[in-house]
């Protein structure tokens, strides 16, 4: 027995909205899907009429629907937008330069400027290098930390008066639950905001449309709409923190959908109590990028890196800044604790 | 007496790297005396087609959360659960994995941290 559509009622439904139990058919699936977005964007009123927007596109799901739902409502309610793809090659071998072709073909199928850069022209080193020297253990520190500064730099480069990127509500509320179980408060309070303000010289805003969008929903969209998207893994992806609160979140999804909504509610409305210490944000003294100590965590992951001490930038290393900075030699037992590279 | 059926079993987004790395396989499962359901076929999945990590797909008698599942291009969970189905051969099941680190990456003898 075919479910039918709760909204048209004549046509076959195909899913089951995670957020309002509704069954949908494909059309008006897509064009819940896209009111929605258009509500968040309008509400949080994300974008001005004449930007131009770069859309962090990596050629996954979440980016490539984000493009595409973008661009239709970019027309289908002239904002009046100039929309451009943003990608970073990481530079690893079998994965990101499998996804770039992806990224390329949606370049042409949505008949948008493309800009690519690359971890080995801003830094002089590919995640396959850094990967050789560091190990499997905290790449992820490093790519996540480069990949952050890369796409500010590309936006420039291009004059991007914002980003957009394809985080969806079930990033949002992981983010969220890592935080709790960090202990990390600044950026408990920071990372439900669905826009960055800028932040000072070079940081360039960022908005989040998908914000309220549920994965298994982005997911379907592709799916239904056969968009063109690129699924592997990355080959280094061993984020281990993160993969346990996404198992638990689904877990917590497969009993209660709202689970994912409700994380994200509760994070937005926690108030931090007065006195609680927050780093002050100022700037790199080398490179000017936004940073609460004296040299940003690029900078310092960098220096590691140039210096055959990876282990420079994992962890809490302040005291050293002003030596990195005068670029003065460490002492031998400095070094002896940065160097060790654990498997 | 339930006949054979054949089935196209589709699995992506991650979940086919549980199965050789292989998307698309046509398979036809057996008659049997009750009529075949999505209980009884991922049983059957897993002792005749699941290369490694059974976890990774299947948790108590369903699949893991985060995969989801598709029967001819409708979201299984429109279906009410236990339902059994009179197939045709164009019976279609797509699964898609959406859990990000499922610990399978293409080296798996590589153990990630997450000690899969």
């Known amino acids: 027995m075919p479910v039918f559509c709760s909204s048209c009622e004549n046509k076959r439904a195909v899913l089951k909205r995670p957020k309002t139990a509704h069954s949908l058919c494909k059309e008006c699936f897509f064009w819940a899907f896209e009111e929605e977005v258009h509500h968040t964007i309008i509400t949080a009123r994300l974008f001005n009429r004449g930007e131009t927007v770069g859309i962090g596109a ?70 396959d290098a850094i990967v050789k020297q560091v190990g499997l253990k905290n790449n992820c520190t490093f790519c996540g930390v ?60 960022r908005c989040k449309p998908l914000k309220y969008a549920y994965e298994k929903e982005i997911v379907l969209y592709a799916y239904f709409k056969k968009l063109d998207y690129f699924s592997t893994e990355c080959i280094y ?24 909504m409700d994380v994200i509610h509760s994070g937005e409305n926690l108030s931090v109590r007065e006195g ?22 690029a900078c310092v992951l960098l220096e590691g890196l140039n210096r055959g001490l990876p282990r ?28 060790a590279v654990d498997f | 007496m339930a006949a054979p059926i054949a089935l ?28 075949w359901d999505m209980k009884q076929l991922l049983v059957w999945i897993q ?16 699949v893991r959360p985060g995969i989801l599942v598709l029967i001819n291009d409708a979201d299984w969970e429109l279906m009410v659960s236990g339902v059994s189905w009179s197939t045709s051969f164009r019976t279609k099941i797509m699964w898609s994995s959406s859990l990000l680190c499922m610990g399978v990456n293409r080296r798996p003898h590589k153990k990630t941290e997450c000690g899969h």
């Open chain 1, 276 to 297: 609680v210490r927050m780093p002050v944000q100022g700037t790199c003294s080398r490179c000017g990028y936004i940073s609460s100590q004296a040299l940003c965590k």
């Open chain 1, 312 to 339: 420079l930038g994992i962890g809490k290393h302040h005291r050293l800044h002003g030596k990195i900075l005068a670029q003065q030699p460490l002492t031998e037992r400095e070094e002896r604790k940065l160097r």
């Open chain 1, 237 to 260: 992806s061993p984020n281990a923190y993160r993969g346990h609160a996404r198992a638990f979140l689904k877990d917590l999804e497969a009993v209660r959908p709202s689970s994912i």
């Open chain 2, 47 to 62: 002792r005749n087609m699941l290369k490694e990590r059974p976890e990774l797909f299947v948790q108590g008698d369903t």
């Open chain 1, 58 to 127: 990596s050629g996954g799901k979440d980016s490539t629907v984000l493009a595409h739902v973008m661009k239709v409502l970019n027309e289908r309610f002239d904002y009046g937008l100039k929309l451009l793809l943003l990608s970073v090659d990481e530079g690893i071998t079998g994965y990101r330069d499998d996804s770039l072709e992806t990224v390329k073909r949606n370049q042409q199928q949505y008949d948008l400027p493309l800009k690519i850069v690359s971890y080995e022209e801003l830094y002089g080193w590919t995640m």
């Open chain 1, 146 to 205: 480069f990949r952050r500064q890369a796409l500010d730099r590309g936006a420039m480069m291009l004059k991007v008066d914002k980003i957009c990127t394809g985080h969806n509500a079930d990033d949002i509320a992981e983010t969220v639950l890592m935080n709790v179980l960090r202990g990390d408060i600044a950026r408990l309070r920071r990372c439900t905001a669905i826009s960055t303000a800028s932040e000072g010289e070079g940081v360039i805003p």
């Open chain 2, 8 to 35: 196209h079993l589709e699995f992506g987004g991650g979940a086919e790297l549980l199965f050789d790395g292989v998307k698309d396989h046509h398979v036809t499962l057996p008659s049997q005396s009750e009529p």
